[in-house]
Each structure stands twice: as C-alpha cells, then as structure tokens.
C-alpha cells in the first residue's frame, strides 16, 4: 500500500480492501452525513445496529 493508500483491520475482522488517503478525507470529511445516511438505510431495510 504505502504512500499512495491503507489496508485497513476493522474490529469485526474483515480486512479486504485498500483506501487512498483522498477516500479517507472524503470519508472523514462527510462522515455525520454518510453515517446517517448509513443508518437511514438500514432503518429502510427493516434492521438495526447491534450493541458492541
């Protein structure tokens, strides 16, 4: 990965993937607005998170 991205180890043990650090501003950047989003979507679908 190096300079130009990351490979990421989330908590729930998934670890595909490869992020550019102009996608993690981007995320960073907007993340109140994708969460929700996120949440809404999942309200939509009938689920909901679960507690850690």
Do not use: C, N
Not at 33 to 49: F, N, V
């Amino acid at each position: 990965m190096g300079a130009y991205a990351v490979r990421l180890v989330f908590d729930d043990g998934h670890d595909s993937g490869i992020y550019s650090w102009e996608t993690l501003y981007e995320l960073g950047l907007h993340h109140d607005a994708y969460w929700q989003a996120y949440l809404d979507k999942l309200e939509e679908a009938g689920y909901e998170r679960q507690p850690h």
